[in-house]
């Protein structure tokens, strides 16, 4: 007999939340992770009282009641909401599209004079499409919203964030855009929306709590090693990577951050600045003190943490943040979950096990769903 029920390998949001499933139906799970701490992209490192979110924002939300419910037993999170901005040539607009955006474009104030604008600049696009679909990204987008939305805050950044032309991107990557004829800054429609009071670290080690942790272990070098210590393994990390890259790398875009602690007590006035012009080399700011500060805390903490966020073509050695879910890599991933699907004891899921982006809840509801489904 093994000494555990389940080898949870990621310590992310995915296996966290498995684990938890796991430890209240009686199981014995030990988890570990690769990096010498646990949460995966969701860790916090606290620089001088303030959160810093190592691997970008992350911020929480859903519509779901019984997730949000879950979350909050473990941890109670504030009433943080995502109000982005983005910067152009100087001048800056809020996000998601929405009045105030249109009024800053062109000089507007009423709804319908701002949906007049983007249905002419509409119409000139699907006229020259002549009823074929669009072929790519710039079409696609130029197809919802028009020439001045898409080259002011959409090109670059889009451009910036996949290394490649929007016109050698595949169309479905924007598959919708909202546009709110509201002055609604709110970037998500979901009912729910915060962040754990203290950091995302709280929210994991809850998750945590009464189970097993080993970090700085790296599965893919002590395989064996591993695979005999439970009767099943729960894999988080790179579908590719688990079976040896045997039909080739899966692609990804990577992050990287510069991160500067400034002796100020406010540097931008907001959590995130997204910088739409080609010609800036780094995506956007954040101001990670914004998360969890508010009013007079904000001004009450005397200095700052500022991440500058650059987008660079993921190579083997750095950390993968996101699929490249083209036809071609897609195709490739079936080949891999082809190989997954017939494994009697091992588990594949998460972000870099389905090659599927998620966001924090949807991957909490991942989870829970394949927990239940494997019991």
Same mark, same amino acid.
């Given at each position: 007999m093994k000494y555990y029920d389940y080898l949870i390998v990621g310590s992310g949001l995915f296996g966290a939340t498995f684990a938890y499933c796991a430890r209240l139906a009686g199981k014995r799970c030990l988890v570990i992770d690769r990096r010498n701490h646990l949460g995966g992209n969701a860790y916090c490192e606290n620089v001088g009282g303030i959160n810093v979110h190592v691997y970008g924002p992350?911020?929480?939300?859903?519509?779901?009641?019984?997730?949000?419910?879950?979350?909050?037993?473990?941890?109670?999170?504030?009433s943080f909401i995502n109000k982005p901005?983005?910067?152009?040539?100087?001048?800056?607009?809020?996000?998601?599209?929405?009045?105030?955006?249109?009024?800053?474009?062109?000089?507007?104030?009423?709804?319908?004079?701002?949906?007049?604008?983007?249905?002419?600049?509409?119409?000139?696009?699907?006229?020259?499409?002549? =009823?074929?679909?669009?072929?790519?990204?710039?079409?696609?987008?130029?197809?919802?919203?028009?020439?001045?939305?898409?080259?002011?805050?959409?090109?670059?950044?889009?451009?910036?964030?996949? =290394?490649?032309?929007?016109?050698?991107?595949?169309?479905?990557?924007?598959?919708?855009?909202?546009?709110?004829?509201?002055?609604?800054?709110?970037?998500?429609?979901?009912?729910?929306?915060?962040?754990?009071?203290?950091?995302?670290?709280?929210?994991?080690?809850?998750l945590l709590v009464g189970i097993e942790t080993r970090t700085g272990v790296?599965?893919?070098?002590?395989?064996?090693?591993?695979?005999?210590?439970?009767?099943?393994?729960?894999?988080?990390?790179?579908?590719?990577?688990?079976?040896?890259?045997?039909?080739?790398?899966?692609?990804?875009?990577?992050?990287?951050?510069?991160?500067?602690?400034?002796?100020?007590?406010?540097?931008?006035?907001?959590a995130v600045i997204n910088y739409t012009e080609r010609d800036v080399p780094f995506t956007r700011?954040?101001?990670?003190?914004?998360?969890?500060?508010? =009013?007079?805390?904000?001004?009450?903490?005397?200095?700052?943490?500022?991440s500058k966020e650059f987008s660079v073509e993921w190579m083997k050695g750095m950390e993968p943040y996101y699929p490249v879910n083209d036809a071609k890599n897609n195709n490739l991933y079936l080949k891999y979950k082809a190989l997954a699907d017939s494994e009697k004891n091992v588990i594949f899921g998460g972000r870099l096990a389905e090659y599927k982006y998620y966001d924090m809840a949807p991957v909490m509801e991942r989870a829970i769903e394949t927990f239940q489904s494997n019991l």
């Open positions: 992350h911020i929480f939300h859903t519509s779901n009641r019984k997730i949000w419910d879950l979350v909050n037993t473990i941890v109670p999170f504030n901005l983005a910067t152009y040539k100087d001048k800056t607009y809020n996000l998601p599209f929405n009045m105030n955006t249109f009024r800053q474009l062109w000089n507007v104030e009423c709804a319908d004079e701002a949906r007049d604008i983007i249905n002419r600049q509409r119409q000139d696009v699907i006229e020259k499409l002549a =009823g074929r679909e669009p072929e790519n990204l710039e079409e696609q987008a130029l197809m919802l919203v028009g020439r001045d939305i898409y080259e002011i805050l959409i090109k670059g950044y889009t451009e910036k964030q996949w =290394g490649r032309l929007c016109s050698e991107l595949p169309a479905f990557i924007i598959k919708r855009l909202p546009v709110r004829f509201t002055f609604d800054n709110n970037y998500f429609n979901d009912v729910y929306q915060g962040i754990p009071i203290g950091g995302y670290n709280r929210l994991i080690d809850g790296d599965f893919i070098n002590h395989r064996e090693e591993c695979i005999n210590l439970a009767d099943k393994v729960v894999f988080t990390g790179q579908i590719d990577e688990y079976y040896n890259f045997r039909y080739g790398p899966l692609e990804f875009r990577s992050v990287r951050f510069e991160n500067e602690d400034i002796n100020i007590s406010d540097f931008q006035g907001n700011t954040i101001e990670h003190k914004h998360f969890e500060m508010f =009013g007079d805390e904000v001004q009450k903490c005397s200095h700052t943490v500022v």
